[in-house]
């Protein structure tokens, strides 16, 4: 199996960027479509970017994230990115990376059988 671990999270001022790193081990991150989500304190996990199996043209974004952030993958490195650009006082929240065996993408949360332990991002106005 695959272990996941995040990094890259910060505090930071509304309209610049982060870039968040997804590094994985025991298993070859290409293998798996990747998915980030982020959980808000008194909301639930909500879907955010996805990079499919096998294929790093193929990616997913949630319409809120959509020409801000970019789902990205170094298979050298075993890591899957997420650049964040613009953000702003809505994105802040804890970070996760999931990882699924699923060939097709899927935002839903449940499908994804491997997850990191989260990455904070705080954004200031």
């Known amino acids: 199996q695959v272990a996941l671990v995040e990094s890259g999270g910060g505090s930071v001022q509304a309209g610049v960027s982060l870039r968040l790193s997804c590094a994985a081990s025991?298993?070859?991150?290409?293998?798996?479509?990747v998915g980030w989500f982020r959980q808000a304190p008194g909301k639930e996990r909500e879907f955010v970017a996805a990079?499919?199996?096998?294929?790093?043209?193929?990616?997913y974004y949630e319409d809120s994230v959509e020409g801000r952030f970019t789902i990205s993958r170094d298979n050298a490195k075993n890591t899957v990115y997420l650049q964040m650009n613009n953000l702003k006082p809505e994105d802040p929240a804890v970070y996760y990376c999931?990882?699924?065996?699923?060939?097709?993408?899927?935002?839903?949360?449940?499908?994804?059988?491997?997850w990191g332990q989260g990455t904070q991002v705080t954004v200031s106005s």
């Open positions: 999931a990882a699924t065996t699923r060939v097709s993408y899927t935002s839903y949360d449940g499908d994804y059988d491997y």
């Open positions: 025991g298993r070859t991150i290409s293998s798996y479509t």
């Open positions: 990079i499919a199996r096998n294929d790093d043209s193929i990616t």
